[in-house]
């Protein structure tokens, strides 16, 4: 097995949902979570608290962002157990935000062993 | 690494709805009525961080409280933002920083909160507001629905309700409406403008067929946790506030029996009683002995005296009909409806008095109009002169209901009695 990880950015729709809609979603991403550990392809996972700074170049600029600017904000991340990036890709289709605009990138995780 | 299988975490139905009516009051009170839309956006703000942290941790061991904490923070983060104590000096500056503050935190203790919810129907059931736009705001503003559950409960399409949701808030600011509780004589006329939002909230989802069994229970919930919330408050704990409760729980009472699996509709004198909800008639009876505390009888008194007395009948057979009868002129000196005078043929009509029932009925000012426009004016007409075995009419009126109504639970339990005028 290999490991995945998901980036996820928020959806667009997420500011227009009613409250009970915004619990509806929470719920499925509790019962996403529960399922993936259930099967025991969770690895970790976390939340990022919006905004931030990014730092570039070889002056080391600070800049607000890209976050200010972008709509689609990096909300939290999972790392995941999977076969292939097929699989991987199958699995992150169960995301809750995907109905409200949101984005999964799937990327594979660089093992070193063979050093 | 994984942890064992368990069951995913659960909070409590419509905690969001809920907590997001406590969470606009208390911020409402704090940035005024004009920064009605910077409260929506705080509260917003607090669930994507709840939807966020709790779905990638674990659900706080309080989540309403954790909620309240939040809003609270982002509102005094606006205010410090806002204030220029800079201009000042630093003792003043402080000591002004520093009141606000507190002033805020008392704010969000929860007596106060309770007192905010109060101030905010009282605002959005304004009496120079239209009563379509009355309702509207409560269910966005108090109750916490989204513009497409408000369309959905309401029949209508989003876009009519963002209309009445702008022009409601923009009466608002434009007026300077101030949070506030009516005191003194401005009281009791405040409070029947609230009754008669409830009331309306109730009979949406009570009646109307036209829309999704879950959103309609939602509504009939809301409208008795609204006016639940209002008798327990020092204001209105008046006998119309019990009696309109005491109404809405009989109603509720005989939710579930009304409709069958099929999705078709249940008349009274069909409906198992064993499967009324005993606990809200109980409650009914409860706040309408409370009710009685005072010299004034309502139109809910009356309407919920109704109600107890179908509760009270173990059969249809055993309802008292003198009594009901009674019941009705009563309404009827304070609500002289065309509807009132319908249900009051029916009840003639039990009495044996189906001639004089139909009479009262055709004699009604208008009822050409009523007829063409109303079904259930045509409905129960064709019921009463099946009734009074007179096939030619009741087949009139049956196929007019038919044309008429919006509901398909209505047209096919009209379709049942033209099949037995065939046989």
């Known amino acids: 097995m290999k490991d995945f990880m998901f980036i996820f950015s928020n959806g667009s729709s997420a500011g227009n949902l009613s409250p009970d809609e915004m619990q509806d979603n929470m719920q499925q991403w509790f019962a996403w979570i529960e399922k993936l550990k259930a ?49 991987a890709t199958e699995i992150a289709k169960d995301c809750p935000d995907l109905p409200i605009n949101g984005t999964v990138e799937v990327r594979e995780v660089m093992k070193f062993d063979g050093m | 690494m994984a942890s064992a299988p368990s069951s995913p975490q659960q909070i409590v139905d419509h905690l969001f709805r809920h907590e997001s009516g406590k969470m606009i009051a208390v911020l409402t009170r704090i940035f005024g009525m004009h920064n009605l839309s910077l409260a929506e956006d705080v509260v917003q703000e607090a669930f994507l961080k709840a939807v966020q942290s709790w779905s990638f941790h674990k659900i706080p061991d309080n989540p309403a409280a954790w909620l309240m904490t939040v809003a609270r923070n982002k509102a005094l983060d606006i205010i410090r933002r806002q204030q220029h104590f800079q201009d000042l000096s630093g003792e003043l500056a402080y000591h002004l920083q520093h009141t606000t503050e507190s002033t805020v935190r008392q704010l969000f203790l929860d007596t106060e909160i309770t007192d905010s919810q109060l101030r905010m129907i009282f605002a959005c059931c304004h009496p120079s507001l239209k009563e379509e736009d009355q309702v509207a705001l409560t269910l966005k503003t108090v109750s916490g629905f989204g513009p497409a559950e408000i369309a959905r409960a309401l029949v209508t399409n989003e876009a009519v309700i963002q209309k009445r949701l702008y022009r409601a808030k923009q009466f608002l600011k434009d007026h300077t409406i101030q949070l506030e509780i009516p005191s003194g004589q401005e009281l009791i006329p405040r409070l029947e403008t609230v009754y008669t939002v409830l009331y309306l909230l109730f009979n949406e989802g009570y009646n109307s067929l036209k829309t999704d069994e879950l959103i309609r229970r939602d509504l009939c919930m809301e409208a008795m946790r609204l006016c639940l919330l209002l008798s327990e408050h020092k204001v209105g704990k008046q006998p119309a506030t019990y009696a309109l409760l005491s109404l809405m729980c009989l109603q509720a009472s005989r939710f579930d029996s009304r409709i069958d699996n099929n999705n078709a509709i249940v008349l009274l004198q069909h409906q198992d009683r064993s499967a009324w909800n005993k606990d809200l008639i109980n409650m009914g009876y409860h706040y309408l002995s409370q009710s009685s505390n005072g010299e004034q009888i309502t139109v809910y008194h009356i309407e919920s005296a109704i109600a107890a007395e179908h509760c009270l009948a173990p059969a249809f057979a055993d309802t008292n009909w003198e009594r009901m009868l009674l019941l009705y002129n ?32 055709l004699q009604l000012p208008d009822i050409e109009k009523l007829l063409a426009t109303h079904y259930i004016y045509s409905a129960v007409l064709g019921d009463l002169y099946l009734q009074a075995s007179d096939s030619l009419h009741a087949r009139k009126y049956l196929m007019q209901a038919h044309t008429l109504t919006p509901s398909q639970a209505e047209r096919q339990l009209i379709q049942d009695k033209l099949r037995s005028l065939d046989n």
């Open chain 1, 39 to 87: 099967k025991n392809i969770y690895v970790a996972g976390e939340a990022l608290i919006p905004g931030g700074k990014t730092v570039s170049g070889p002056k080391a600029l600070v800049t607000d962002g890209p976050f200010a600017e972008s709509k689609e904000v990096v909300g939290g991340f999972f790392i995941i157990k999977a076969d292939s990036m097929e699989e």
């Open chain 2, 330 to 361: 009563l309404l009827l000196e304070r609500k002289p409806m065309p509807v009132v005078w319908l249900n009051r043929a029916i009840v003639r009509a039990q009495l044996g008095e189906t001639t004089a029932a139909i009479r009262d009925i």
